[in-house]
């Protein structure tokens, strides 16, 4: 019993550490206050994708925020 119990906390951990990576790839909390302020930003061809590009996302969302 002891040894499911480890395979539980270390499969918790797994899911938590994949979560956690997962809110910092998509950065939903920029998508969210760049959707209120009225700028069209997509969250996997833009945010993912400036990700990906190695360009800082929140310089892009608050660039188009001041324009528009």
Request: hydrophobic share 65%.
């Amino acid at each position: 019993m002891q040894g499911i119990g480890s395979l539980a906390a270390i499969a918790a951990g797994i899911v938590v550490v994949f979560f956690i990576f997962l809110l910092w790839f998509i950065p939903v909390g920029l998508w969210i206050a760049a959707t209120f302020s009225g700028v069209r930003v997509r969250i996997f061809a833009d945010l993912v994708g400036m990700r990906l590009r190695r360009v800082n996302p929140q310089v892009m969302a608050e660039m188009n925020k001041t324009v528009n």
